[in-house]
């Protein structure tokens, strides 16, 4: 488990400049490429245009005001207010299409990333926690949307900028504008060098504030523990120190931001200072005008953007790379269960089923079963009994081909089942799991996943040989009660009958149930257990459970432990080997026995 | 407290005022001065960048005009860096000092609102949402930081600047400057609705932001439903929905955005070019000198611009102080008073408990739900006491009463014949220890959950041996990193039953007068739950406790047993006295007799 953590940490920056991430980074622009292209030109003629402003006043001051020349001046001013109409345009242009871009890119990604976890097999869930997938799909997609949008539109933006100036002041003054030129690499390598340092350190802000949320988490969540244990003083010291951190980062995040503009500000100040020195020194030899002068202060004031905008970019490029490496490695992902090449759908599941020479494992050392063998006949309802960990849901899971085995086959008919289509078999499954998983929406819906186009009158009656109906009428808004985020507005016992409904409806060939009802009732139980049995009599069935009226039902019972069939057989069988079995059973009878009176605060839902 | 932190410690509740903005400022307290010495920073470097305007007029004025020399430029120069080294050094200086008292508040809030959270009683908890404390917590938290690092200090220098320029303009020319601000109200207006805009806009987009992650959470932790009835393509269909719903919501967003900055633009653009020609003119005609006109047109841009972003700044103010005001309810409640009791005796309590007449009832919304009546029992130092009933019944009210986690209404309690109201909380909470159905354990190494409950440093012989008597040490020492595996998350997943022992564990390690437990036992198989029972056989040997029994085994062996039906007690005595009165009890006992006969009936 400690590599499970190192494995998903997340590394903020990339190395370096991935010239095929990039690339493909750039590749999920492509589909959208007029957008790109708007905002491309649109930034283009607003930064050339911001560049021309300057020069512009330039002119008035020179041709118009300093020589008194009062056309000249509305002439210009004239050019001028037409400009700012057309900039104005311009910005809106860049600003939407960049702006929908970004979108569309992140929504492109989000899809085809939820795209690819579907086919996924579980092993990757297994091994990968959710909270990464998440941040993938949300917050991964967002920088590479950002890059391929605002940050290429920040880089043309600067550049053509940086250029548009150098190029007015050469036009002015060569030799003055070959001196402030000097500056730029410093102020440039300056920003970058700050800009890094910033975002490393709003990377740590981010963090210590995930971990605060979870310190607050824990200390309202635990807050019985808390106090029946009087840890408040304790508790609070360990926050201060976590506090204490996020305090020294923040604040060195905000000092050094804070100092960031002063220092680029203080080198542009010396080009200003050999402007006005050189330039003051040519203005007597006729070498430069005033609104030159002026210009030239313009245009050093404003490099100040387009340099830092310069070193953010640089800062997220870096970034976006690293996110774009790790949404690439999901999409990349190959799933383990998939079809074969040349598999062809099953018509039905009312076949034999067979495990021959079955191993199977998770991790190499620790195998779970080997040369297992097993034949079910179609119709028989199996119940599989044993110590936790002793392979009752691996043998279920292999069946359902969520996985395969390592070794050895599993046939349904005749055929290796890894011959069949996965969609044809999981869709003749009707499982259902011990903590029932419901999705947010109304009960009905709920049911109506395990057929989408069932009727009303299919979901009842589903319902109702789960014997679901009579809560579900009960609640206010009956079938149409929101079950809430997960299912929390509902008890697990009232989850497990809806989930059971579920698998009912999708009138599945083999029936799966994983310690389907362990929350339901008694008395509910005994409700279903009619319905049940009518399901499961000519339907191949799987029951992994604790309730001794499920497992007595069963044609054959399998008491499995380490991955092996210790005994097997139908009840009366087993209770006469006076075995395993016999002792699970009477333990069990006990327990039941204990819950049904109820007098001892029966947990039952 | 760590040493080095620069905590001012202040007792929030003193803050908390009915107005906002007074309780903003009282917040403050103790970051007065870095505060000022930000703004007045912020107004030297505004003025400084005003005096660097101003030294172009004199530069071209004075210096140009009437024959530049090497040393008057290089003069001219040195006070144009000096001048941007001035504005530089308090621009930092400002940020600097305004990120630490925006921090330090933060700070100081976020640790006052953890302590106040975990000293906040009972019923305050029971109807807060977990969710609704973390948001205050944290966003809300959060909110009023920005609150001073930004919008305060923005507010302040959009106002400085627009003063202090819009003075040097007015020095230039009274016309000028009138003339120069004539669209700023508009301005001002314009970014104002436009950005409560935005922000409803925002809220919208966030919410659908939240409904995906929210769909897309539930696909990955329901993945196996979802391949189990083959619902790939239904999923991709409901998440498309969400996801392009949100894509919309971006697209119209920036459609906003895209229609306010040109058109922002173009009133300023227009002020500044009218600016530019009224000058210009001024200058052709002398009213002003050219030196003037080029440190106007310097200036003009500062009291133009920034004041686009006034909209905003108000907007996120308001904001803020709805932050601040959720953040104050939680300030206002008052705190359980753990200290508050007059008697503690020298040592340990003996355990020797007596309720008389006890009742109790829940405050709810508007009536009190009665839960306890009329509880009156007896349990010597080191008896056990079986609590029994269906669920709703009372019983863990009743164990809740003991730590005082919440007060008893009527009737009295006696703690070695001290009333319990006289005993401290703390004081009471420290003879005790709780082993819960569900145990909490946090997301800590099971090294630190088991030591949870004792303030010293505890050897790991110490914790070896609690989680031997636990049953647990073997489990552990199977973990990857055994006693250092961390629990939840990012470590290992523990079973019910793991979780119950590591409890039992901390329990020991406590080692209490009183004991409060409740003996359900989760599915776990025979075995685990032999060894459950037995470690909590040697957990509750010689101290009082109280169980809340799911088990026959264990009320067999208490010393008194309390059924109780509907808050009341039905029955009450040892076991030899209850199999002789018709009842509950005895039905329970009856059926247990049953079971040997039922299973060799199965048998035949």
């Known amino acids: 488990m400690s590599d499970k953590s190192t494995q998903f940490e997340e590394e903020e920056f990339s190395s370096q400049f991935n010239g095929q991430v990039l690339g493909r980074i750039f590749a999920q622009a492509r589909p959208h490429w007029l957008l790109m292209l708007v905002f491309l030109l649109a930034i283009a003629a607003v930064s050339l245009l911001d560049g021309y402003f300057t020069f512009l006043s330039k002119r008035m001051i020179d041709e118009g005001i300093v020589p008194g020349n009062r056309e000249q001046l509305f002439r210009l001013a004239m050019q001028y207010g037409l400009l700012i109409l057309v900039q104005s345009i311009g910005v809106f242009g860049f600003i939407y299409a960049a702006g929908v871009l970004s979108e569309r890119v992140r929504y492109d990604l989000r899809k085809k990333l939820f795209d690819h976890l579907q086919e996924l097999s579980f092993s990757y869930f297994d091994r990968t926690p959710v909270g990464w997938i998440m941040s993938r799909v949300t917050s991964d997609t967002e920088r590479v949307g950002e890059l391929v949008s605002w940050g290429m539109l920040d880089m043309t933006w600067a550049v053509i900028g940086i250029g548009t100036s150098f190029y007015f002041m050469f036009k002015i003054n060569w030799k003055l504008a070959a001196l402030v030129i000097l500056v730029l690499p410093i102020l440039v390598i300056v920003a970058v060098y700050f800009k890094k340092l910033i975002l490393v350190e709003f990377r740590k802000v981010r963090k210590l504030n995930s971990k605060i949320t979870g310190a607050f988490n824990e200390n309202i969540t635990g807050v019985r523990v808390t106090k029946a244990f009087s840890r408040e003083e304790k508790n609070l010291e360990e926050f201060a120190n976590l506090s204490f951190e996020r305090y020294r980062a923040g604040f060195r995040a905000g000092w050094l931001s804070a100092l960031f503009l002063p220092v680029v500000q203080i080198i542009s100040a010396v080009a200003i200072g050999v402007v006005v ?36 970019v640089y800062a997220s490029t870096q970034q976006a790379i ?9 999409l990349d992902a190959v799933p383990e269960v998939n079809d074969r090449v040349g598999a062809t759908p099953i018509e039905t599941l009312r076949v034999d089923i067979e495990f021959d020479h079955v191993d199977f494992y998770y991790e190499k050392e620790k195998p779970i079963l080997q040369d297992f063998n097993l034949d079910v006949h179609q119709g028989e309802t199996i119940a599989l009994v044993g110590p936790t960990g002793g392979g009752k849901s691996t043998i279920v899971n292999l069946l359902c081909r969520f ?70 009428v009960e609640l206010e808004q009956g079938y149409d009660t929101d079950v809430g985020e ?29 310690e389907a009802t362990s929350s339901v009732d008694t008395i509910t139980e005994r409700l279903i257990q009619r319905g049940m049995e009518a399901m499961m009599r000519d339907r191949t069935s799987f029951v992994i459970a604790h309730r001794l009226s499920t497992i007595r039902r069963a044609d054959r019972i399998l008491y499995i432990e380490d991955g092996r069939i210790v005994e097997q057989g139908a009840h009366f069988e087993l209770m006469r080997l006076r075995g395993r079995y016999y002792k699970l059973y009477t333990y069990q009878f006990r327990r039941e026995l204990e819950r049904q009176s109820s007098l001892l605060g029966g947990r039952a839902a | 407290m760590s040493p080095q932190t620069p905590l001012i410690p202040l007792d929030l509740k003193t803050t908390v005022a009915e107005n906002r903005l007074v309780g903003l400022w009282r917040l403050l307290r103790g970051y007065y001065l870095r505060f000022f010495t930000a703004n007045v920073a912020v107004a030297i470097s505004a003025f400084s960048r005003t005096a660097t305007y101003m030294l172009i007029g004199f530069y071209v004025d004075k210096v140009l005009g009437k024959g530049a020399t090497w040393s008057s430029l290089v003069l001219v120069a040195l006070a144009f860096i000096s001048l941007a080294l001035v504005q530089g050094s308090f621009t930092f200086i400002s940020g600097y000092l305004a990120t630490q008292t925006a921090e330090g508040i933060a700070l100081r809030l976020r640790n006052y609102l953890y302590d106040h959270i975990q000293r906040l009683n009972f019923s305050y908890h029971d109807k807060t949402k977990t969710g609704e404390l973390i948001q205050r917590a944290t966003s809300d938290v959060d909110a ?72 897309l959470q539930e696909n990955l932790t ?31 967003l920036i459609f906003f955005h895209a229609l306010f900055w040109p058109s922002s633009d173009l009133i300023a653009g227009a002020q500044m070019l009218t600016g530019y020609v009224v000058g210009g003119l001024m200058a052709m005609n002398s009213v002003i000198t050219i030196g003037d006109y080029l440190a106007y047109i310097g200036m003009l841009i500062y009291i133009i611009w920034p004041m686009r972003n006034l909209g905003r700044v108000i907007v996120q103010t308001s904001t803020a ?100 109201k006289h005993y401290p909380r703390r004081f009471l909470r420290s003879q005790m220890a709780i082993v819960e159905q569900e145990p909490f354990l946090f997301s800590r190494t099971i090294r630190e959950n088991i030591a949870y409950g004792v303030n010293r440093n505890v050897s790991d012989e110490e914790i070896i041996e609690a989680a031997k008597a636990a049953a647990i040490h073997e489990s552990i020492m199977g973990f990857p990193d055994g006693y250092d595996t961390l629990v939840g998350e990012r470590g290992v997943t523990l079973s019910g039953g793991q979780k119950q022992r590591i409890a039992i564990a901390r329990a020991i390690l406590r080692n209490p007068r009183i004991l409060i437990l409740d003996d359900a036992t989760s599915s776990v198989d025979a075995e685990t739950e032999e060894l459950i029972q037995q470690a909590l056989f040697r957990l509750m040997a010689g101290r009082t406790s109280f169980i809340i029994a799911h088990r026959f085994q264990t009320v067999m062996q208490a010393d008194v047993i309390v059924v109780l039906e509907r808050g009341r007690i039905a029955q009450i005595g040892s076991h030899e006295e209850l199999i002789q009165q018709p009842g509950f009890y005895r039905d329970i006992y009856d059926l247990q007799s049953q079971v040997d006969e039922s299973l060799a009936m199965e048998d035949a």
């Open chain 1, 277 to 312: 020195v050189v330039g003051g020194l040519q203005t007597e030899v006729g070498g430069m005008t005033i609104g030159g002068i002026q210009a030239f202060i313009s245009y050093i004031a404003f490099m100040l953007w387009p340099v830092q905008d310069l070193a953010r």
């Open chain 1, 322 to 330: 690293a996110s774009a490496e790790r949404i690439f490695s999901l």
């Open chain 1, 403 to 472: 996985y395969e085995p390592k070794a050895g086959v599993i046939r349904f008919g005749e055929r290796d089942y890894t011959t069949i289509t996965l969609a044809s078999i999981h869709s003749r499954l009707g499982i259902v799991l011990q903590s029932p998983h419901l999705f947010s929406g109304s009960i009905r819906e709920n049911i109506r996943y395990g057929k989408l186009n069932a009727t009303d009158e299919e979901v009842e009656a589903a319902a109702k040989l789960a014997g679901a109906h009579d809560f579900i």
């Open chain 1, 486 to 514: 997960g299912g929390v507005l509902l008890s697990t016992g009232q989850k497990q009958l809806i989930s059971l409904a579920r698998a009912v409806l999708a009138d599945p060939d083999i029936f799966i149930m994983d």
């Open chain 2, 144 to 215: 009023v930081r920005r609150f001073y690092q930004d919008q305060a200090m923005s507010i302040g220098r959009i106002l400085l600047l627009f003063v202090i320029n819009f003075a040097a303009i007015w020095r230039i020319n009274m016309r000028l400057a009138l003339i120069s601000v004539i669209a700023v109200p508009a301005l001002v207006i314009v970014s104002y609705v436009f950005f409560r805009r935005i922000r409803d806009q925002y809220e919208r987009y966030q919410e659908q932001d939240a409904v995906v992650s929210t769909r």
């Open chain 2, 222 to 252: 329901g993945v196996r439903v979802v391949k189990a009835f083959a619902r790939q393509d239904y999923e991709k269909g409901q998440f498309d929905n969400v996801s392009w719903r949100k894509y919309l919501l971006g697209k119209k």
């Open chain 2, 321 to 420: 102080l709805v932050s601040y005001e959720r953040v104050a309810a939680i300030i206002r409640v008052e705190k359980e008073p753990v200290e508050e009791g007059a008697f503690i005796p020298s040592g340990d309590v003996a355990g020797d408990i007596r309720f008389e007449h006890v009742s109790f009832s829940y405050e709810g919304e508007d009536e009190s739900v009665p839960v306890l009546h009329d509880i009156s029992f007896h349990c010597k130092p080191g008896q056990t006491v079986a609590l029994l009933g269906a669920s709703g019944s009372g019983k863990t009210t009743l164990v809740n009463l003991l730590p005082r986690f919440y007060e008893y209404s009527e009737g009295h309690i006696y703690l070695d014949g001290v009333e319990l």
